[in-house]
C-alpha cells in the first residue's frame, strides 16, 4: 500500500508545479530549493513532504509523456 499524505501536501505541489513547471524537476534537493522559495513554511519535514509530492509529481507526468510517444 502507499503512503497517505494530507491534501495541504498534495495541493501545494500541485500548485507549485502548475506555476513553475520549467522549475520542478524529479530531483528531491532541487526540489527542496523550490519549495523552500516559493513557500514560506517553518517545519522542515512539512517542507520535505511536499518536495517529495512535487518529485513523484513530476516522474509520473514524464512516464505519461513517454507512453504518449511511443
Same mark, same amino acid.
Given at each position: ?6 491534501? *495541504? @501536501? ?6 507549485? *508545479?502548475? *506555476? ?13 530549493? *523550490? @519549495?523552500?522559495?516559493? @513557500? ?31
Amino acid at each position: 500500500m502507499g503512503k497517505v499524505r494530507p491534501s *495541504l @501536501v498534495k495541493r501545494t505541489a500541485r500548485t507549485l *508545479l502548475e *506555476l513553475y513547471p520549467s522549475e520542478a524537476s524529479d530531483d528531491f534537493e532541487r526540489n527542496k530549493e *523550490l @519549495v523552500n522559495q516559493y @513557500v514560506h513554511l517553518k517545519s522542515k519535514k512539512l517542507r520535505n513532504q511536499i518536495a517529495g509530492y512535487l518529485t513523484h509529481l513530476v516522474k509520473l507526468q514524464r512516464r505519461e509523456e513517454e507512453a504518449v510517444q511511443e
